[in-house]
């Protein structure tokens, strides 16, 4: 597709369960990376990748959460035992690399509903 | 570590009223400087950016920011603001390493007829 796609756009859970979030990015974009935007606080960087170097983790509010990115491409976002303090938007991003200022193209986000 | 500030947090217009919204950054090395749009249930769209060169940068919609080194700021303009500007506008900085943007709390626009 043209832009950045997650699934799915909306996910309402209840406390204790896991939930797990996708993102398709731009196509030939090398860098990837997840956002959590909560009511009042702005985007708030979780953790990204960068073709096949380690993960930047250093966003991951706790070891509940986790992502992977499979191929360079599609990336899961997998948040275990949600707490109702999980319930933001997770926002994906792309851009076709990163230390250059290069501009990230966002997707639509998953909301997520912590009940 | 860097931190931007968005100083106002709503900010309400009459259409034809001119815009700037403030945005301060903490980082003392060379930054790339951008400003993003979200209109109501749409994602995150890049307004304008500056990496280098010419401090003012004119963006997509009228719009236009002025990077000052010496106040590290990059406050975003526009002369006559619309109904449609009605948006949440964010402020991100990045450096030339390898880290991610970071973000301002953002400002909620509503422009009233």
């Known amino acids: 597709g043209a832009g950045v796609s997650q699934s799915p756009s909306n996910k309402v859970t209840e406390k204790g369960k896991d939930v797990e979030l996708r993102c398709d990015p731009i196509?030939?974009?090398?860098?990837l990376y997840w956002y959590r935007q909560s009511l009042g606080q702005g985007l708030e960087f979780l953790i990204y990748f960068q073709g096949n170097s380690a993960p930047d983790k250093s966003g991951l509010p706790s070891d509940r959460f986790s992502a992977e990115r499979t191929g360079g491409s599609v990336s899961t976002l997998t948040i275990q035992r949600t707490q109702q303090e999980d319930s933001a938007v997770y926002l994906c991003?792309?851009?076709?690399?990163?230390?250059?200022?290069?501009?990230?193209?966002f997707g639509d986000g998953t909301r997520l509903s912590i009940l | 570590a860097q931190s931007v500030s968005q100083h106002n947090h709503h900010v309400i217009l009459s259409e034809a009223a001119s815009l700037e919204l403030g945005c301060n950054y903490s980082?003392?090395?060379?930054?790339?400087l951008f400003w993003y749009v979200q209109y109501p249930g749409q994602h995150l769209q890049l307004l304008l950016k500056y990496f280098s060169g010419d401090p003012l940068v004119k963006g997509i919609k009228g719009f236009e920011a002025e990077f000052i080194k010496s106040k590290f700021s990059f406050n975003l303009r526009k002369p006559s603001v619309q109904w449609s500007d009605t948006a949440e506008y964010f402020c991100?900085?990045?450096?030339?390493?390898?880290?991610?943007?970071?973000f301002g709390k953002g400002t909620r626009l509503s422009v009233i007829a």
């Open positions: 980082y003392g090395g060379t930054v790339n």
């Open positions: 991100a900085v990045g450096n030339s390493g390898n880290t991610p943007l970071v």
């Open positions: 991003a792309s851009s076709q690399r990163t230390g250059t200022g290069q501009p990230q193209h």
């Open positions: 196509s030939g974009h090398t860098a």
